[in-house]
T-cell receptor, first 110, second 113 residues
Framework: GIQVEQSPPDLILQEGANSTLRCNFS?????LQWFHQNPWGQLINLFY???GTKQNGRLSATTVATERYSLLYISSSQTTDSGVYFC????????????FGEGTQLTVNP | KAGVTQTPRYLIKTRGQQVTLSCSPI?????VSWYQQTPGQGLQFLFE???????NKGNFPGRFSGRQFSNSRSEMNVSTLELGDSALYLC????????????FGEGSRLTVL
């Protein structure tokens, strides 16, 4: 099956810093989503981005489908950005089955 | 509109018991999928339902089962609970199979003693 690798596994920042999270995938995908898991476990949708670039406030994402990677940018980080960020991909032949990466644990210190 | 609703949010069971978890999708969404999250295995796909039919199944033993009702609500059941079944169970809904964005509920956190 498709493999999804996220890097770095852990990231510690000072408030106000910028960061880039990377997601590599091993095959063509029909869907790619970025999530932030809050402390209570819920996966919060950040971006639905099978290709191209999107921005939402301090967050933006770019997926280069032909090169099989996606990047999540967080600018001017805040302590509330802390948590685990997941990349997940979907291959059409697998229905709505998302394959998740192992996540990036982000800690933003004040 | 309301998001994906999962109940119960927390539950504690003992080994050998069974448990049923419920998921109500976003209104208009007809596909419901289930995921298990554990510290050791990460997020793993359990199964997907659409139009009351299981469309896809992950690599889990037969103790894990599910169903979907005509209103798209879904339940999953785990029988003969084992300690390793302790996990966060997440439900996601989408418009259709392989169609568009998936949205997740808050999860049901199961502890097996």
């Amino acid at each position: 099956g498709i493999q999804v690798e996220q890097s770095p596994p852990d990231l510690i920042l000072q408030e106000g810093a910028n960061s880039t999270l990377r997601c590599n995938f091993s095959d063509s995908v029909n869907n790619l989503q970025w999530f932030h898991q809050n402390p209570w476990g819920q996966l919060i949708n950040l971006f639905y981005i099978p290709s191209g670039t999107k921005q939402n406030g301090r967050l933006s994402a770019t997926t280069v489908a032909t090169e099989r990677y996606s990047l999540l940018y967080i600018s001017s980080s805040q302590t509330t950005d802390s948590g685990v960020y997941f990349c997940a991909v979907l291959v059409i032949t697998s229905g709505s089955r998302l394959t998740f990466g192992e996540g990036t644990q982000l800690t933003v210190n004040p | 509109k309301a998001g994906v609703t999962q109940t119960p949010r927390y539950l504690i069971k003992t080994r050998g018991q069974q448990v049923t978890l419920s998921c109500s999708p976003i209104s208009g969404h007809r596909s419901v999928s289930w995921y298990q999250q554990t510290p050791g295995q990460g997020l793993q796909f359990l199964f997907e339902y659409f139009s009351e039919t299981q469309r896809n199944k992950g690599n889990f033993p037969g103790r894990f089962s599910g169903r979907q009702f005509s209103n798209s609500r879904s339940e999953m059941n785990v029988s003969t609970l084992e300690l390793g079944d302790s996990a966060l169970y997440l439900c996601a809904s989408s418009l259709g199979v392989g169609t568009g964005e998936l949205f997740f509920g808050e999860g049901s956190r199961l502890t097996v003693l």
